[in-house]
């Protein structure tokens, strides 16, 4: 019996940061032996990979780049996951995303800046929204497993861009499958271009205002969820469904209500993409970015702050990646993938096998020691 | 072999042959709960043993144990004299033991004959298992007269029909001792008459029959000897000949130390809750309540007593407004309450109703939340804890803190995780926030289950204080100490309709353990000998 | 385009031949998914059986060694996805997707570095892959009309693992429905209570179930890569995994509808090759994406249940852990 209300479990610093650092710790293990099969030194590997994400200011623009993308996802399936769903919808809500922002910078993209890049925004999150909403309704009214039906999505998203793309948007006379330019207005204004203007050489990168657009969706995040009843009836439902119908709480609203948002925050990708790096609508601008917010949302364990932290090392490892295949040419920039992989099975799947070990070592502790009244 | 010639009565006593089954000292613990004590059972080979016992007794696991589903923490376990270890269901069923569980362990998708062959095929291919077990099947039909067409999908079958596939498994596996764990829970009135003469006559054929349950009827009308069980221990081992129904249930419910709380008169006035004729089917489509109507007026508690499993937890649930009912009507306050189920619960919650449901853990908390904010659950949108778009957080923290002092939760920590409070401060928590808000009915539900015996005083006084407010009360719990010493009329509820009411003044224990185990009042309120 | 039976026979060829491993891969799920664990790992498993298949076809030359290769790695997966989901009870969505990742990512790595040839192995030798098999008197018997077409073009001429995946439905179908493993299997997936209860291990079931699910998927990704092709490319079974677990859905988790399904997939991919650019009267010019995504958008019909009911083996999905 436990004592009169003394906390015999774990502190929250083991399982918000130890925990993840573990089985991080773990994935790079396996990474660090499969390099070695290669031929490779590990750990020349990994300071050529700090090198390449932060040792000089292009790299550093590149890494928070890809972070923001990462960013959006990871949030993406965090949100779902607060309600127990599993968004793998990712790609395709983030493929939307982009051709929302898109249409709208086509359009518009003649009118002043400020309107066109909020209006695109908006649009990249309303048709990423639509995509996630779709299998949402579908798993809250008629019960279909959102696993099955966010992959059947992502595949129609691949083919629907395809076909708009080739059919309708493609600049006549072009090989590739893109848009034209946008105008001026639609582009989202570079980092190193708003860091020149007061003075700091930042190098040139992809790095664009929509990195200050996912920080300030992390902060919303977290008061979403945490501070709001939306988001309290979408975290009943999603750890006791049965507690939730008790206290009132339609299931099915909260399903396609976290769904929204998820398929909306991973539309944001697009944002990041088509308006702040490619400034043209073209194919394969997710390249997998939503399966990493899956990796993300877990070594986050569905926090901002962890997703934060996650994302920015995600970041690293693929611009760093980047660098890593360029200088070690025997390890592809597919290693990064790998890694992805290890720390979704570490973190994910794996996970009854440590935590539970590791957290009892922490309260085998605590009951020791004396009751507190 | 059969002992006696006419089958009832077969003696006990020593220099026969054999028991069929003996159990000495079994010792089971679950954590820190004590579910078997001490237990010793001999049953005669050749005869129905009945082992009755409110939910909670120790009786199911103790068969359990017997059939190796779970192994004994200490104690012997003897069939036809020869100590032997049951390591597991194999082992039982070649040890001649077989069982009939409460949930059928059957496949809704196979056939009869598939169901019973499986785990006992004889070989690697399906077709002549099938076909060798299809002629024993017939066998073991006609010599039990237990028709099955072997063909059918189980799924199909009638419940009843379903538990003859399930004796007819443990036959099949050469069962000679047969256990079944109240096996007419599910069943209509006629099917459970067919079960009664399956079971005679398997007994004429020399099986050895172990009935557990916990209604008199079966164990009077069936039984050759029965053994009482109480809190995980054996409280007595009668014939049945030789006891009364009136024996029993006093043995049943027993002589617990009762918690008397300080209660004056009741002075009830009109009624807040008035239930017509309502029936509610349980989510499997099960009609769990049939037909019950009854009111509580302001001013007083009405305790609903029985054995879990009778229909209580559904009536509690139509009520909340979480279980859509079949049919009749709800009023609160006057107010018909209706609407779908998926805002009944608010709907319920904002014509002024408190529930405290029985399971606090899986219904009333949300375990890895915060404890402000389980403590707010069924009132988060109130308008003093939300803004426009955010929550107010600063207000929920002082709201149930303020609570938690008042209500006497330990430690009064408001940002704690629900799950880190003990069951007693957690059962706190769910009435404070239930109580708070002043509710002109409150439901209540196994108030004190899981809780230590302070908290138990602290809620039962905060019950009567209600009262006394002038609140109805609806008390539904299955220790009937409790229902005895809150209530101020007790309603009695068996199989789903309500089979007796009486003033707590003119109310003792076998009269309402009798009702508990199915006997009908005889007459309105009589007067206990 | 020829005469009509030309173009019927030449149509179901292709279409045999591109199903042959979204038939092996379904089956290979259905395996897994009557024991009770959903597996969204098909695609990884297939896609590393196809890197283990092309690599050792390439260097010892030899299909069958290819073929063993394939089939290893794939178990060897699948048992990796049995350890988490069956012994640790963990998420079995979330470990098939980190397997499907992994290997997507291991496949490129390692092709790179032992071949050095981008993210794909260089091509094996004629007599490395899964030759042609031609029927008694095929040649003889092709200019036959009808008849001697559909012999000698539809049925003679594939390799094995066609053979094999066409056969699928009665292997399958005798191992689930007329041996005791298969019973024990589909109790398993329905009522794991009922088969513990009987005395049988329910997590000894489910891990025989994945290695037969692995031994099927290594097959199918041998046959991409060694039958198919003749080289690993990155990422080269393109959904196909998943495709096979849509059509699983669609064939209700039973042989026989499932290879429909896996047909039906299959002849609308072999269609899109054909009915590129032409007119049908009445509805113009099909856009080759519509027909590309209609195997998706069927089976999100069919979830949705416009497409009649898919009811899931009952514990599908359901970690089993004994109750107190």
Redesign the interface.
């Known amino acids: 019996m436990k004592g009169l209300g003394a906390p015999v479990e774990a502190p929250k610093w083991v399982t918000h940061a130890l925990v993840p650092a573990i089985n991080l710790a773990l994935a790079l293990l396996v990474s660090g032996l499969?390099i070695l099969a290669?031929?490779e030194d590990p750990f020349a590997a990994i300071s050529i990979l700090a090198h390449g994400a932060f040792g000089y200011p292009e790299a550093i623009g590149y890494t928070l780049y890809y972070t923001t993308n990462f960013i959006f996802t990871g949030l993406a399936v965090a949100m779902a996951f607060h309600c127990y769903l599993?968004n793998?919808g990712g790609e395709g809500q983030a493929y939307l995303g982009g051709l929302g922002a898109g249409l709208v910078a086509l359009a518009f993209g003649h009118w002043p800046a400020p309107i066109v890049l909020i209006l695109a925004i908006l649009a990249a999150a309303l048709f990423g929204g639509i995509w996630g909403f779709i299998p949402g309704w579908?798993q809250a009214k008629?019960?279909?497993?959102i696993?099955?039906?966010t992959?059947?999505?992502n595949?129609?998203a691949a083919?629907?861009m395809?076909?708009l793309m080739v059919?309708i948007f493609i600049e006549p006379g072009q090989q590739a499958a893109e848009s034209r330019d946008f105008e001026s207005g639609a582009f989202m204004p570079r980092a190193h271009d708003i860091l020149a203007a007061v003075g700091i050489d930042a190098g040139h990168s992809n790095l664009n205002l929509s990195f200050i657009l996912a920080l300030m969706c992390c902060v919303g995040f977290w008061f979403f969820v945490w501070r709001t009843r939306w988001g309290y009836e979408i975290r009943t439902v999603g750890q006791n469904e049965t507690a939730g119908v008790y206290g009132g709480i339609l299931p099915s609203r909260a399903i396609i209500v976290a769904m929204c948002i998820s398929g909306g925050l991973a539309g944001l990708v697009g944002v990041n993409e088509i308006l702040g790096a490619h400034h043209r609508l073209l194919l394969e601008f997710t390249s997998g970015y939503g399966?990493v917010g899956?990796?993300v949302a877990?070594m986050g364990r569905n926090h901002p702050i962890g997703i934060f932290f996650a994302a920015l090392l995600f970041g690293a490892l693929y611009q760093g990646g980047n660098d890593l295949a360029f200088d070690m040419p025997?390890?592809?920039r597919?290693?990064?993938?790998?890694?992805?992989?290890?720390v979704?099975?570490f973190s994910?799947?794996?996970?009854?096998?440590f935590r539970p070990r590791i957290e009892a070592l922490f309260t085998r502790r605590a009951r020791f020691a004396p009751a507190a009244e | 072999m059969t002992a006696s010639e006419d089958g009832r009565g077969a003696s006990l006593s020593s220099g026969a042959a054999p028991p069929a089954l003996e159990v000495i000292g079994i010792e089971k613990w679950?954590g820190s709960v004590h579910a078997n004590s001490n237990v010793s059972v001999r049953v005669a080979p050749g005869t129905i043993h009945g082992i009755i016992g409110e939910n909670g007794a120790g009786k199911s696991t103790l068969m359990s144990i017997v059939?190796g589903?779970y192994q004994a923490d200490g104690g012997e376990i003897l069939v036809n004299g020869q100590s032997t270890n049951i390591k597991?269901?194999?082992h039982a069923?070649a040890s001649g033991i077989g069982?009939v569980?409460q949930h059928f362990?059957?496949?809704?998708?196979?056939t009869v004959l598939?169901?019973i062959?499986?785990?006992?095929?004889s070989?690697?291919?399906?077709?002549p298992?099938l076909a060798a077990a299809r002629g024993e099947l017939e066998r073991l039909e006609r010599e039990y007269n237990l028709e099955v067409d072997p063909d059918a999908i189980v799924g199909e079958l009638p419940v009843g029909v379903q538990q003859r596939v399930e004796i007819l498994k443990a036959l099949y596996r050469g069962a000679d001792i047969l256990i079944l764990d109240e096996p007419t829970g599910v069943l209509t009135p006629q099917e459970v008459d067919h079960l009664f003469r399956i079971l005679a006559a398997l007994r004429e054929q020399g099986k050895t029959i172990i009935l557990i349950t916990h209604k008199l009827r079966e164990i009077m009308a069936l039984t050759d000897d029965v053994t009482v069980m109480r809190g995980g221990e054996v409280v007595a081992q009668v014939k049945t000949a030789e006891t009364t129904r009136e024996k029993l249930a006093a043995l049943m419910v027993g002589r617990t130390v009762l918690l008397r709380v300080e209660k004056g008169e009741a002075h009830p006035g009109a009624a807040l809750l008035e239930v017509k004729d309502l029936s509610v089917n349980d989510r499997s489509g099960l009609p769990r309540v049939r037909n019950v109507s009854f009111s509580v007026r302001s001013g007083e508690i009405v305790g609903i007593a029985g054995v879990a499993g009778n229909g209580q937890s559904e009536l509690l649930e139509a009520l909340a407004g979480i279980l859509q009912p079949q049919s009749g009507r709800i009023h609160i306050k006057g107010e018909e309450i209706s609407g779908t189920t998926a805002r009944g619960a608010r709907n319920v919650r904002a014509a002024g109703v408190g529930h405290v449901p029985e399971d606090r853990q899986h219904m009333g908390l949300v375990t890895s939340f915060e404890a402000c904010e389980s403590g707010i659950l069924g009132y988060h949108r109130d308008a003093k804890y939300n803004g426009k778009i955010l929550m107010d957080y600063a207000a929920v923290v002082a709201d149930v803190g303020r609570q938690m002092t008042e209500y006497d939760v330990r430690p009064p920590l408001p940002r704690l995780r629900t799950g880190a409070f003990s069951g007693g401060n957690q059962q706190k928590i769910v009435l404070g926030r239930e109580m708070d808000r002043d509710p002109d009915v409150l439901l209540v539900g196994q108030p004190t289950r899981g809780v230590d015996i302070g908290a138990i005083e602290f809620i039962h006084r905060r019950l009567v204080a209600m009262r006394d407010s002038g609140k109805a009360v609806l008390l539904v719990s299955v220790e009937l100490d409790e229902i005895m010493s809150l209530s101020d009329r007790i309603l009695v509820m068996f199989n789903g309709e309500i089979v007796g009411e009486v003033m707590v003044g003119d109310a003792n224990e076998q009269m309402l353990g009798l009702m508990m185990a199915g006997e009908r009042q005889a007459a309105p309120q009589a007067a206990a000998p | 385009m020829g005469d009509p039976v030309t173009f019927f026979v030449l149509m179901i060829d292709a279409m045999l031949r591109v199903s042959t491993p979204l038939i092996l891969a379904s089956f290979a799920g259905m395996f897994a998914e009557r024991s009770g664990v959903v597996d969204?790992g098909l695609e990884g498993k297939m896609l590393g059986a196809a890197f283990a298949a092309a690599s050792v076809a390439l260097v010892t030359d030899s299909a069958w060694l290819g073929l063993l290769a394939g089939i290893a790695v794939s178990v060897g997966l699948a048992m990796?996805h049995a350890f988490?989901?069956v012994t640790?009870?963990?998420?079995q969505?979330?470990?098939g997707?980190?397997?499907?990742?992994?290997?997507?990512?291991?496949?490129?790595?390692?092709a790179?570095?032992w071949f050095n040839q981008g993210?794909q192995t260089p091509m094996i030798s004629e007599e490395a892959r899964f030759r042609p098999i031609h029927l008694p008197y095929a040649d003889r018997l092709a200019d036959v009309p009808v008849v001697g077409q559909i012999y000698s073009e539809l049925m003679s001429g594939h390799n094995l693992i066609v053979y094999i995946a066409m056969g699928m439905v009665p292997l399958a179908g005798w191992f689930i429905?007329?041996?005791?493993?298969?019973?024990?299997l589909?109790?398993v997936g329905?009522?794991p209570?009922?088969?513990?209860?009987?005395?049988?291990s329910v997590s000894g079931m489910r891990y025989r179930a994945m290695i037969v699910c692995g031994i099927l998927c290594g097959i199918a990704g041998t046959y991409l890569a060694i039958a198919m092709n003749t080289f690993f490319v990155?990422d080269m079974t393109a959904?196909m995994g998943?495709l096979a677990?849509?059509a699983l859905?669609f064939g209700k988790w039973k042989p026989l509808p499932t290879l429909l399904a896996c047909f039906l997939f299959a002849f609308v991919q072999a269609l899109e090759a054909r009915l590129q650019g032409v007119d049908i009267p009445g509805i113009g010019i099909v856009?080759v994406?519509?027909i590309?995504?209609l195997p998706?958008?069927l089976?999100?019909l069919l979830?949705?249940?416009f497409v009649g009911k898919a009811i899931p083996p009952?514990a599908s999905g359901i970690p089993y852990a004994k109750e107190?």
Request: aromatic share 10%.
């Open positions: 499969l290669l031929g599993f793998i579908l008629r019960g279909s497993h696993v099955i039906t992959i059947m999505f595949f129609i083919i629907l395809t076909y059919e399966f899956i990796a877990l025997s390890i592809k597919e290693m990064v993938v790998v890694i992805q992989g290890l979704i099975l994910g799947a794996l996970e009854n096998m | 679950f059939y589903y597991g269901p194999q069923i069982m569980h362990m059957l496949v809704d998708t196979f598939e169901n062959v499986l785990g006992v095929e070989g690697r291919m399906l077709a298992s | 969204i990796i988490a989901c640790h009870n963990g998420n969505v979330v470990s997707m980190a397997l499907n990742i992994m290997v997507a990512g291991l496949g490129p790595v390692l790179y570095s993210s429905y007329r041996t005791r493993f298969g019973l024990r589909r109790a329905e009522n209570e009922a088969v513990d209860t009987a005395g049988i990155r959904g998943y677990l849509a859905i856009p994406q519509a590309q995504a998706y958008v089976t999100v979830l949705a249940g009952k107190k």
